[in-house]
């Protein structure tokens, strides 16, 4: 065969490619050179070992093939070129580069001289790594505190690992764990997942699996949910893996903080699979139909009425009760979201009963506050204020600020339904704080969310966005549809209030995208805002539409959160405007009638939207022509609304208020209510009352 021969032109040994190498052996028998197929890295290895076997000679710029080609084995795939190179390697070698092969494609110096135990009559590791790398199998990684290297493709290092016979894989994966754990003590937290792999690929399940778990619990905290997930997966597998019996308890631990996960994601069907799961590790079973969660409401609400009244002698504090309390109470929140009551109010009190078994104050704590925040939305006030103050009872003073942070969330969110908004913005700060400087991402999300809802119902407009942009900012990286989905919303909302349009139009189309993972909260949040929108931008078909859909949702399926007031409400208050345009249509009293009913439901479940009804029923009657009854309501709209120290309800109030009333006392409330408007953040509002007060 005639040899081909190329100039090189001062390439060096990586500069050659699938073009290169068809210049150099031209119309060789090489089956290898049509297998490369355009992949330039495939054609890169071929070169790489034909200047390896000495096959490729280099005289002045010039490269030429010499010596038969036959022996070499590259008619196989990339992997199998990648073979030969490191058959061509002297013994110590091959061995060195098959060690380094199982820390991954990433190779610590550190560790690889600690698990390879060179015989005396072999070359000093760092001689063989220097032929590695002049062979460029090995790459230096440049800028490192310590010696590394990089595989110089994922593809290189998984074909020499795959060359390892099981038994050595698992040797040499039980070797780097060992290293790990002795060498890198001071920051083990940072590598335990990694570590776990390894025990895993070791078949050293035990330990596997308790790396795992803690990998996934902290990664929980972190607000990873989607690593967490693989993490608490990755555990399970390696307990079911283990000999001997199973360790129940312990998985139904792994499967509630895997449930936890899935429901930050918005896998909510996900989520409660996996808490069932975790009460059938403990022997506890769910009902499967509507009868047999009646019953066993039925069965738990007699329980804990037996326990508040007769004060019955408790059980010795068992931590299977605390678990099964933890395990409830995420259930609980996941019928919340699914809008399935019944589930909710159950899991809720076999929460509360399972805790009052439990040697757990602070689970105690949150399963009652979880139970006070059912009571409130089944409009049972009285009881959701008692079992508040039970939650106070069980919860140190001296509690680390890191342990408040749920409960702190929990009453919060009570507080808000009932306007008790200055405490419940003391709460959630306290919580932004702890879960800052904890790290804990995901706690500290919820805090800038609920702090965004708060502050702006308490009429701080600028404090509210600023909480609601670095809410936006952390969601739109959280790759978590609910959490985007919420954070659309909020700067929707924003943008409604200060009669930015097209911007809110385009921030709840946005998050209607995003519904599928949500609840029916947020579908009313939602409709009845961006209703409003269209209606405030001129296009009363596409508002009268959106209101309907909205109100059908609202009748199906009520909110559970104090924070749909506005969607709520905007659904009343688009049919109403409708009805007092000039285009009105037959339906839109008898709409706006059904949608100030759903108010009125919603009303009963969080107090702070009393104002608010007052004044749509205010309109109502002002429509059928009783003006008399429409101005008293509307006048303990403003007295409710300056009671709860609602800057935007009084804003309303007066506005409306002055279209009841003539002369001096409507100047006295469009001058209020220009003022009110621009304290809640509502330029466009104060700009219509100081017009109106300018025509009056």
Known sequence: MKP????????????????????????????????????????????????????????????????????????????????SRVDLLKPPEQHTVKV?????????YDMLS????????EPPLTDQIAELTRREILLPLEGEPTWQFLFKHLITQQAIYNRLLFAQRRELHRAVAQWM????????????????????????????????????ERSLRGGADRETISLLERALESLHKLKGPRDRPREARILRQLGDAHRRRGALLDSEQALINALACLGESWPKTTASVGLRLMIEMLRQLWRRTVRARSAAPSERDTELGYIHGHL????????RPAEMVLASTRAVNAGERSSDRLQLAEAYLLFSNVMGIMGLHRAARSYGRLANDCIPADLPAAQRMVPNE??????????????????????????RAIGDERHLREALSLLGIVTLMRGDAEQSRR???????????????????????????????????EAAIEGFATATSLLGTVSSTERAWIAGQLAQAHWQ??????????????????????PTGFYALEGCAGIADVFLSLAEGPAAADSDRRQAAKALKRLGIFTRSFPIARARLLLMQARLKALAGNRGKAQQLARKALEEATRLALPWDTALANFHLAWLTDGSARRAHLESAAAAFNSAGAPAMASRAREALSAA
């Not at 600690?114 to 009559?121: I, Y």
Request: charged share 25%.
């Open 410 to 435: 929990l009453r919060s969110l009570y507080l808000g339904s009932i306007a008790e908004l200055a405490e419940a913005e003391m709460r959630i700060v306290e919580m932004l704080a702890a879960s």
């Open 332 to 339: 609980s929140q996941i019928y919340f979201f699914l809008n």
């Open 100 to 108: 380094a092969s199982v820390q991954g494609r990433r190779v610590a």
């Open 4 to 83: 081909a021969s190329s100039s090189l032109r001062g390439t060096t040994r990586r500069d050659f490619n699938t073009s290169s190498v068809s210049v150099l052996i031209n119309a060789a028998p090489i089956s290898s050179i049509h297998r490369a197929a355009g992949n330039p890295y495939y054609s890169e290895e071929v070169v790489a070992i034909l200047l390896d076997a000495g096959r490729l000679a280099v005289t002045d710029r010039q490269c030429a093939v010499v010596g038969p080609l036959e022996d070499l084995s590259m008619d196989g795939s990339l992997e199998s070129v990648i073979a």
């Open 537 to 558: 931008s001129g296009d009363p078909a596409r508002a009268r539409e959106i209101a309907t859909r909205g109100l059908a949702d609202l009748i199906t399926a009520p």
């Open 467 to 501: 909480y609601r942009d670095a809410f936006f900012e952390r969601a739109m990286q959280a790759n978590d549809a609910q959490t985007q989905c919420w954070a659309w919303i909020e700067r929707a909302e924003h943008d409604l209030r200060r009669g930015e349009l």
């Open 181 to 216: 754990e002795e060498h890198l003590a001071g920051e083990i937290t940072s590598h335990e997942a990694l570590i776990g792999s390894h025990w895993s690929l070791a078949e050293h399940h035990d330990k596997a699996a308790a790396c795992l778990e803690r990998a996934g």
């Open 114 to 121: 600690g698990v390879r135990h060179l015989n005396p009559e």
